[in-house]
C-alpha cells in the first residue's frame, strides 16, 4: 500500500510557476504510474497529467496542460513532480497526485488505487 502527501501549493499570479511534489511512503513506489488531478470549487476531479511506472519514460497531458505543465519522477527519492508554468486563474484548484498498479496509470480517477489529499493552488489575475 502506497501513502502520498502533496506539497507545493499556493498562491500565484496569472504567468507565474509553481512546482507540486508528491512524496510516497510504503510499497514498492517505481511499480505505480502517477498521475496529477485537479478539482475547482463545484466542479468534478479532471485529469492533468501522468508518468508511466518504472522509469517514466512516457508523459501525457490534459489539453489544458499540454505545452505549460511537465511532470518528473524520482523513484530513488520516491517524488513525482509536476511543473506548472504560465499558470492562469483558470488553474486554480486543488491539486491531487494518485498511484496506480496499472503501467500508464490512466485519465480516469478509477484507475488510481491510492490519493493524497491535496494542495491548493490559487491563481490570481
Known amino acids: 500500500q502506497v501513502q502520498l502527501v502533496e506539497s507545493g501549493g499556493g498562491l500565484v499570479q496569472a504567468g507565474g510557476s509553481l512546482r507540486l511534489s508528491c512524496t510516497a511512503s510504503g510499497g514498492p513506489f ?8 485537479r478539482q475547482a470549487t463545484g ?9 508511466t511506472w518504472r522509469s517514466g519514460q512516457i508523459t501525457y497531458f490534459s489539453d489544458s496542460a ?5 511532470i518528473t519522477r524520482d ?12 499558470l492562469q486563474p483558470e488553474d486554480t484548484a486543488i491539486y491531487f497526485c494518485a498511484a496506480s498498479d496499472r503501467v500508464a496509470g490512466g485519465r480516469r480517477t478509477h484507475e488510481y488505487e491510492y490519493w493524497g489529499q491535496g494542495t491548493q493552488v490559487t491563481v490570481s489575475s
Do not use: D, P
Request: hydrophobic share 40%; net charge positive; charged share 25%.
Open 30 to 37: 517505481s511499480e505505480y504510474a502517477v498521475g496529477w488531478f
Open 43 to 51: 466542479e468534478e476531479r479532471k485529469f492533468v497529467a501522468a508518468i
Open 66 to 70: 499540454k505545452g505549460r505543465f511537465t
Open 75 to 86: 523513484n530513488g527519492k520516491k517524488l513525482v513532480h509536476l511543473q506548472m508554468n504560465s
